[in-house]
């Protein structure tokens, strides 16, 4: 009995502990992010509950059993951090009209075609495009970083996973950024690794 009490109050401390998390990520969030965060909420308090088939993968994959709680809360876990880290890929980003300066555009139709063609890297996020501000370089062959055109071109992924390989310290490069050894000269190391990226995924 004591056992079973002591089970019910941890999980009940955990649960506790998640929503006071998840309401301190949502407050940090722009009104937008919290508007789509919610329905999600909405989404997956709706959602029945996992297949026998998604239970049993799960334990293969992780060798736990989950109950629907548990895997309710894992996904709700899930759910908050793909946002927050999302947020924080986008957080130093530009506007269309402030790439349109930096690069004397005269169209918008000039700046979505360079991003079409992989010469800038741009995230639609709320239908609204972010540029990361750290890929401009004025001494840069297109006002972009050196290299970094035939990089965006080598990755094989969605634009958000180029801004988070991009940027994400990598053990091959002794955990330095693939952006920091492309503003090093090591394009054709960058080169090889990008090419390697989604393969197996």
């Given at each position: 009995m004591e056992k079973n009490m002591s089970t019910i109050a941890s999980k009940n401390d955990l649960e506790h502990d998640i929503l006071v998390e998840v309401r301190e990520l949502i407050r940090e969030m722009p009104s937008s992010t919290q508007k789509k965060l919610k329905q999600r909420f909405v989404e997956l308090a709706a959602a029945s509950c996992p297949s026998a088939e998604e239970r049993a993968t799960a334990e293969e994959m992780t060798g736990k059993s989950y109950s629907t709680e548990e895997i309710k809360a894992l996904e709700l876990s899930n759910l908050v951090n793909s946002f927050v880290l999302r947020n924080k890929l986008l957080a130093e980003?530009?506007?269309?009209?402030?790439?349109?300066?930096?690069?004397?555009?005269?169209?918008?139709?000039?700046?979505?075609?360079?991003?079409?063609?992989?010469?800038?890297?741009?995230?639609?996020?709320?239908?609204?495009?972010?540029?990361?501000?750290?890929?401009?370089?004025?001494?840069g062959a297109e006002r972009v970083v050196d290299g970094l055109p035939q990089?965006?071109?080598?990755?094989?992924?969605?634009?958000?996973?180029?801004?988070?390989?991009?940027?994400?310290?990598?053990?091959?490069?002794?955990?330095a950024t693939p952006l920091q050894m492309l503003k090093r000269g090591e394009l054709k190391r960058v080169l090889a690794e990008a090419r390697g990226v989604g393969i197996g995924q």
């Open positions: 980003t530009i506007s269309g009209s402030e790439v349109d300066r930096l690069l004397d555009c005269s169209s918008r139709q000039t700046r979505l075609d360079r991003v079409k063609n992989n010469t800038l890297l741009a995230v639609k996020d709320n239908g609204v495009w972010k540029y990361p501000l750290w890929q401009f370089d004025a001494n990089v965006l071109a080598a990755l094989e992924v969605s634009n958000l996973a180029k801004v988070s390989w991009l940027t994400r310290p990598n053990p091959v490069f002794a955990e």
